[in-house]
């Protein structure tokens, strides 16, 4: 048995022990997911005999699944939300899979009121998480795939529209040039000043764009409820509030940056003098500003009419910004985690939800209540946690004795009611062609260093007419493209690897690839997986 999806494992195996000292428990810390694979391998699926889950977040969900659908292992898995509990009983080729349905998208708010008139305190968090994850994660991994093959990277934006390839390059220009840091001390003046733009230049360009008294076309207030017209703040190096958001914002920019964080930069005191070395923009309203105030708005790029001209000037900067990088540099994106109370995201996103809360005379948050609410966090309940926990074993047991699918059950349990809902498991979607028949747990393997020819015809002896394969995010081979058919006679293995970039390690003696294809009418045909067991 092996608990692999938080620290929390350690606890779990010493409770478990503690009950059977016979068990046998192995408690890990590693995150499940793509990231991990070279820890949970191809050995370590295949040794499984069922999986257990006690995930907690629909993502980490969905890997989980689907690694048990593609080695064919049976998942339990379950949940909590507060009162409530459900169990799912996932058995290889009985039963559809956890990824088959899904539940609706939650209600959000729109895009303008958590981008300039929040009314409440989850406004903000959503604009807080939402700036975390797109200066210290999405801009530098974005900047590192632009590192890693600048030629390919520019070719790849200029297929996008202008605007969106502006827009693109610009978060790379940013994170790359604008705000690059070399030293700590750059890091504290790029907090003060990221405070200083949200909290002070936007808020005043917002103020000066609609002015208290503003009025709509129709004659009423513009600033009328459940707008709140806010109040800029300018930083303030002896207010503890703005030092606490310098400091997380400071250290994380360090991590991206791969620049040591000194001993001081846990010292408030010595962040504050630092800080108060930063000098500050003064603001200039600017004419012409679009600020959305349309609910149903998106958040679409908006065109420009010199577009290329600046295009091309970023990818110049860009171009000699690498240049005078040394060789192999990247950065490290921060992957936001809300379990880890000393690595200062929390602390960053509350704080920066905190001072806009500020901005807008919302009731400010401690920093656990802003991770309740960031981290949509409800509070477990024990009787609930207990009655999915007993739900599972039981089916647990039917696993082991191998029951026919009549005996799993599906529940569904909310003990505030009391409702106990308990159904069948459904089947799995199944397809058929010809003499042929498959569904979701079926994976097609084909033995031998094939060629992409030999790919084709494996399909076309089976009555289909495969014209696209796919490895990953790449195209190996669409019969629309004439330069294709060149690869018609290359090996596969050597495709994945070239066209692809994928590295099949040493211990894998196969790859998987997306075939596209037709039957004989020119419909689409959804096939299984294709595994190439190039090697023994």
Known sequence: MMFCCSAKSTAAAKAARSINKALTVTALQNRVSPATEDVFNDKFWGSLDLVVNALDNVNARLYVDSRCVYFGKPLLESGTLGPKCNTQVVMPNMTENYGASRDPPEKQAPMCTVHSFPHNIDHCL??????????????????????LQPATYIQAVKQASDAAAREQLEKVFEVLVTDACKTFQDCIQWACLKFQFQFHERIAQLVYTFPEDATTSTGALFWSAPKRFPQPLNFNPADPSHVAFAQAGAILKAQVHNITIPAWASDLDKVSEAAGQVKLPVFKPKQGVHIETDPKGTAKPIAHGDDTAVIDDLISQLEAAQQKLPAGFKLAPVVFEKDVDTNFHMDFIAGLANMRARNYNIPEVDKLKAKLIAGKIIPAIATATAMATGLVCLELFKVVQSKHMEAYRNTFVNLALPLFAMAEPIAPKVFEFHNMTWSLWDRWILEGDLT??????????????????????????????????????????????????????????????VVACEDEEGEDMDVPLVSIKFRD
Request: charged residues 25%.
């Open 126 to 147: 959503t604009f807080a998480r939402s700036e975390f994850e797109g200066h210290l994660e999405k801009a530098p991994a974005e900047a590192n795939a632009f590192l």
């Open 452 to 513: 992409v020819q030999e790919v084709l015809d494996w399909f076309k002896v089976r009555g289909l007419e495969a014209y696209s394969i796919s490895c990953g995010q790449s195209l190996l081979y669409n019969n629309i493209f004439p330069k294709h058919k060149d690869r018609l006679p290359k090996k596969m293995s050597g495709l994945v690897q070239t066209v692809a970039k994928t590295d099949i390690p040493g211990c894998r003696n196969h790859f998987d690839v």
